[in-house]
C-alpha cells in the first residue's frame, strides 16, 4: 500500500497549485482519503477529506478556495488550490486507512501516509 503525493512547488499569493495523491496496492473506490498539512513549528492539520461516497469536507480556512477530488479510475485524488495565500505554506500530505467522520477527522485517525510535498507561496 502506497501513497505518493505531488503537484507541490512554489506560487504568488493569488495563484494555483493542484496537488495530486497517486496510489498502488489497493483499490481506490473502498478508501477515504484525507490531506493534511504541517507548517513549520505548527501541528498537523486536516484540509480535506473525501469518503468513499464522494461527500467532501473542508478545514473553514480554505472552504470555497480548495476543492478535493478522486478518479478512482486513475487511482488518484487531487487537491485544486486556488486564491492561495501565504499562510497556505506548508508540507501537504495525503492519507488513508481513516475516516472522515462527518469532517472532524484528525491526523492520528488514519494509519497510512505519503511522503507530503511541499507548498510555498510567496511573493
Known amino acids: 500500500v502506497q501513497l505518493q503525493a505531488s503537484g507541490g512547488g512554489l506560487a504568488q499569493p493569488g495563484g494555483s497549485l493542484r496537488l495530486s495523491c497517486a496510489v498502488s496496492?489497493?483499490?481506490?473506490?473502498?478508501?477515504?482519503i484525507a490531506w493534511f498539512r504541517q507548517a513549520p513549528g505548527k501541528e498537523r492539520e486536516g484540509v480535506s477529506c473525501i469518503s468513499t461516497d464522494d461527500s467532501t469536507y473542508y478545514a473553514d480556512s480554505v472552504k470555497g478556495r480548495f476543492t478535493i477530488s478522486r478518479d478512482n479510475m486513475k487511482s488518484t485524488v487531487y487537491l485544486q488550490m486556488n486564491s492561495l495565500k501565504s499562510e497556505d505554506t506548508a508540507v501537504y500530505y495525503c492519507?488513508?486507512?481513516?475516516?472522515?467522520?462527518?469532517?472532524?477527522?484528525?491526523?492520528?485517525?488514519?494509519?497510512?501516509w505519503g511522503q507530503g510535498t511541499q507548498v510555498t507561496v510567496s511573493s
Open positions: 492519507a488513508t486507512h481513516g475516516g472522515c467522520y462527518g469532517g472532524t477527522y484528525k491526523h492520528q485517525e488514519f494509519a497510512t
Open positions: 496496492g489497493f483499490t481506490l473506490t473502498y478508501y477515504t
